[in-house]
């Protein structure tokens, strides 16, 4: 199993930068895939960034341009946000899929507690 521990939050006014990082323990050798999910209240969570086991990373539409996502090391994932607008106030989740180690060699999900990022004037 992984714990997951989002950090780097905070609040921004329009058009700062911020830099969210997840930090993955535990049996990291068996990360699949991470991923960026942010939620507004009162709505879904959904999508930002995400990187494949095969390193492709994947940028939501509403975040191309202003948000980078990599991964330096197997348990280390980042989100480089740029030009924040309010809209992309929410908290951010780190999210990895993590490969059960035993057949019939499921994947399972593991969630961090998540970071508030505020942009605001």
């Known amino acids: 199993q992984i714990e997951l521990v989002e950090s780097g939050g905070g609040l921004v006014r329009p058009g700062g930068s911020l830099t969210l990082s997840c930090a993955a323990s535990?049996?990291?050798?068996?990360?699949?895939?991470m991923a960026w999910y942010r939620q507004a209240p009162g709505k879904q969570r959904e999508l930002v960034a995400n990187?494949?086991?095969?390193?492709?990373s994947h940028l939501a539409d509403f975040v191309q341009g202003r948000f980078t996502i990599s991964r330096p090391k197997k348990n280390t994932l980042y989100l480089q946000m740029d030009n924040l607008r309010p809209e992309d106030t929410a908290a951010y989740f780190c999210?990895?899929?993590?490969?059960?180690?035993?057949?019939?060699?499921?994947?399972?999900?593991?969630w961090g507690q998540g970071t508030q990022v505020s942009v605001s004037s």
């Open positions: 535990g049996d990291i050798l068996f990360i699949w895939d």
């Open positions: 999210h990895a899929h993590w490969l059960i180690p035993s057949p019939p060699y499921m994947l399972r999900e593991f």
């Open positions: 990187i494949t086991k095969d390193d492709s």
